[in-house]
């Protein structure tokens, strides 16, 4: 199955996405700050959402983890 038709996969696809794109604009910023529009302005949006809510999203990655583990 897709990991977008299954809502467990697809939460959780889009959460490591948010954390990937925080983690590349705190790595290496001019690959991300440079474009906020377009189909790149996507990854800004996905990481300005990573930094906001960074307490939120790690919990869900938290959970996420002890659900594959135990789930």
């Given at each position: 199955m897709s990991?977008?038709?299954d809502f467990k996969s697809f939460v959780s696809t889009l959460a490591l996405f948010v954390c990937a794109c925080t983690y590349v604009k705190l790595r290496a910023p001019g690959l991300?700050?440079?474009?906020?529009t377009g189909f790149r302005?996507?990854?800004w949006k996905a990481a300005r959402v990573g930094?906001?809510?960074s307490p939120f999203v790690s919990a869900l990655c938290a959970y996420m983890a002890v659900q594959t583990l135990f789930g």
């Open positions: 990991a977008l038709f991300i700050d440079s474009h906020r302005g996507v990854f930094e906001r809510l």
